[in-house]
T-cell receptor, first 111, second 120 residues
Framework: GENVEQHPSTLSVQEGDSAVIKCTYS??????FPWYKQELGKGPQLIID?????GEKKDQRIAVTLNKTAKHFSLHITETQPEDSAVYFC??????????FGKGTRLHILP | GAGVSQSPRYKVAKRGQDVALRCDPI?????LFWYQQALGQGPEFLTY??????LDKSGLPSDRFFAERPEGSVSTLKIQRTQQEDSAVYLC???WGPGLAGGQAKNIQYFGAGTRLSVL
């Protein structure tokens, strides 16, 4: 079955700097890669997603890249702000199917 | 409401008790998923419904776990004879279902806030 690895498990960046989270997946049939943000006591919230027919997608300060050949995908957050502090999960899925999550990255934005 | 609603938000059970967790998906959503999230971990898939049909229950950890969605809307996850290892947050997610709508895939999953189950 699908396996998603996520690094780092914890990341601290200075406010205003960029943060990068990297993931790998194992199943070449996966074609949908969502990223979720989870704040304490809340459910995961979709922040951006990318499908396998696209190599890069950007939404304001957030961008994702996908390398299908290497089975790598990454989340980039630029100009980080205090409200970006949360746990971020990468995930992989095959269409309308279960989502396989990474173990998460706890992002701390330092003042 | 506009989002996925789960109840109760918190449940404390004594070991051996049965519990029932409810999920109200977004109105009109065809697909419904249950996930289990242990402390400090990512959510792990339990089971999936398309309307009232349970299409995948491969993630249910044991036969003590049972889920239903009899009318294709509200779903209940039932855990019988709870054990301490069942302590976790149980998340429900829903989506429009397979296919495309207006050129956009409908499979985006929207999550509820979860039910935190503590088994003593």
């Amino acid at each position: 079955g699908e396996n998603v690895e996520q690094h780092p498990s914890t990341l601290s960046v200075q406010e205003g700097d960029s943060a990068v989270i990297k993931c790998t997946y194992s199943d070449s049939a996966s074609n949908y890669f969502p990223w979720y943000k989870q704040e304490l006591g809340k459910g995961p919230q979709l922040i951006i997603d990318i499908r396998s027919n696209v190599g890069e997608k950007k939404d304001q300060r957030i961008a994702v890249t996908l390398n299908k050949t290497a089975k790598h995908f990454s989340l980039h957050i630029t100009e980080t702000q205090p409200e970006d502090s949360a746990v971020y999960f990468c995930a992989a899925s095959k269409g309308d199917d279960k989502i396989i999550f990474g173990k998460g990255t706890r992002l701390h934005i330092l003042p | 409401g506009a989002g996925v609603s789960q109840s109760p938000r918190y449940k404390v059970a004594k070991r051996g008790q049965d519990v029932a967790l409810r999920c109200d998906p977004i109105s009109g959503h065809v697909s419904l998923f249950w996930y289990q999230q242990a402390l400090g971990q990512g959510p792990e898939f339990l089971t999936y419904f398309q309307n009232e049909a349970q299409l995948d229950k491969s993630g249910l950890p044991s036969d003590r776990f049972f889920a239903e969605r009899p009318e294709g809307s509200v779903s209940t996850l039932k855990i019988q004879r709870t054990q301490q290892e069942d302590s976790a947050v149980y998340l429900c997610a829903s989506s429009w279902g397979p296919g495309l709508a207006g050129g956009q895939a409908k499979n985006i999953q929207y999550f509820g806030a979860g039910t935190r189950l503590s088994v003593l």
